[in-house]
């Protein structure tokens, strides 16, 4: 990508929708870039690098303040990455605990729809279970 590419260009190239891109420029994920004389915004090349970046990262889950860190890091290739390596880790941890939340979930609703007889509502195990918090075997106690 050359210098001088225009906002809609970027968004079309990086996957990332325009407001969005304005919106990193304003939390400092995305550095202003110049403007040219009809005021429009000018990106170039590492711009473009750091919203694919960006990007990708936000799929993979990491908050604006882990890629806000994340990015300083990448702006100092000559350091250790323990600290990169670190806030993946943790990202890790909270990934796996989401998980096991998630399959927790998956079982009971497997078991209310399962008990259900396909009868009358007064008689609908989906609608008991939910209706006394005691009969639901999941809690959230992961979450």
């Known amino acids: 990508m050359s210098i001088g590419v225009a906002i809609g260009k970027v968004s079309q190239a990086s996957g990332v929708k325009v407001p969005t891109i304005r919106y990193y420029e304003q939390i400092g994920l995305l550095p202003v870039p110049p403007r040219t004389d009809g005021g429009r915004r000018s990106y170039d090349r590492k711009d473009m690098e750091r ?11 990491f908050e604006i303040d882990e ?6 890091l990448q702006d100092q290739p000559e350091q250790s990455c323990e600290r990169a390596d670190g806030i993946a880790r943790e990202h890790l941890v909270a990934v796996k605990a989401k998980i096991a939340s998630l399959q927790a979930l998956q079982h009971e609703l497997e078991r209310m729809v399962e008990g ?9 195990r ?7 918090h005691g009969q639901c075997q999941y809690h959230g106690e992961a979450a």
């Open 116 to 124: 259900c007889s396909h009868g009358r509502v007064e008689s609908c």
């Open 67 to 72: 890629i806000k860190t994340l990015l300083k």
């Open 126 to 132: 989906v609608i008991e279970i939910l209706a006394d």
């Open 51 to 61: 919203l694919t970046f960006i990007r990708h990262s936000r799929e993979l889950g």
